[in-house]
């Protein structure tokens, strides 16, 4: 009974000091829910908007659009608008297409020849 409930399965053996050590998952690079790797790789590199957005310091722009959307979702009583309804938010904040597509900002530039 004791190793069942220390987590062990029956007959398997407890290891010294009665206790079973947690592995340690994040020694891999692989992710174990996709079976890809989480580094980004040469040339994917984030930029400083991003990586500031992604750990939590909005700049202005962005403190903007997080508010118009929150605003969106609670008016509408939508907690997960279409993207249909999110590019309606970003009209409504004044952003309208004035140039053709750019490079995507998670791909690298082209090697100039």
Known sequence: MEAMASGLKEGQPVPPGGERRAEDRRGSIVDRRSGLERRRGPGRRRSDSRR?????????????????????????????????????????????????????VDRPAPDPE
């Not at 957005?53 to 008016?75: I, S």
């Open 52 to 104: 500031s957005a992604e750990e939590g310091e909005l700049n202005a722009e962005q403190f903007e659009f997080v508010m118009a959307m929150d605003e969106y979702k609670r008016a509408n009583k939508k907690p997960f608008p279409s993207w249909t309804e999110v590019l309606e938010v970003v009209k409504y904040l004044g952003y309208r297409k004035v140039a053709e597509v750019g490079d995507h």
